[in-house]
Nanobody, 125 residues
Framework: QVQLVESGGGLVQAGGSLRLSCTAS????????MGWFRQAPGKEREFVAT??????????EDSVKGRFTISRDNAQNTVYLYLQMNSLKPEDTAVYYC????????????????WGQGTQVTVSS
């Protein structure tokens, strides 16, 4: 059974940092790009960042470029995905989800096959 479990969310002041983690297990994730998405109250889910299997390719949503860094560690049948978030802003407040897909790297959430349950990030002003 495939499981993606996020952790690391919490409450932080503006300008602070958080590191989100996601553990993906339950199958072989060879050649699976992974991504982070977020959903704020009353808003649609939006793309944050994505990374290829090797880590060589990364894409970021414009508002997080230079502040967030996505990375991953690939182990046998388990992938550890991270999102280092620096210089956090109140507008970064949302539930953050990790996701995995088989196929090319993409920012389209509809093309991801597996999702975690989410972790809340709240940035106070």
């Amino acid at each position: 059974q495939v499981q993606l479990v996020e952790s690391g969310g919490g409450l932080v002041q503006a300008g602070g940092s958080l590191r989100l983690s996601c553990t993906a297990s339950g199958r072989t994730f060879d050649n699976y790009p992974m991504g982070w998405f977020r959903q704020a109250p009353g808003k649609e889910r939006e793309f944050v960042a994505t990374i290829s299997w090797s880590g060589a390719i990364t894409y970021y949503e414009d508002s997080v470029k230079g502040r967030f860094t996505i990375s991953r560690d690939n182990a046998q049948n388990t992938v550890y995905l991270y999102l280092q978030m620096n210089s956090l802003k109140p507008e970064d407040t949302a539930v953050y989800y990790c996701a995995a897909r088989r196929g090319p790297v993409t920012f389209r959430g509809s093309e991801y096959d597996y999702w975690g349950q989410g972790t809340q990030v709240t940035v106070s002003s």
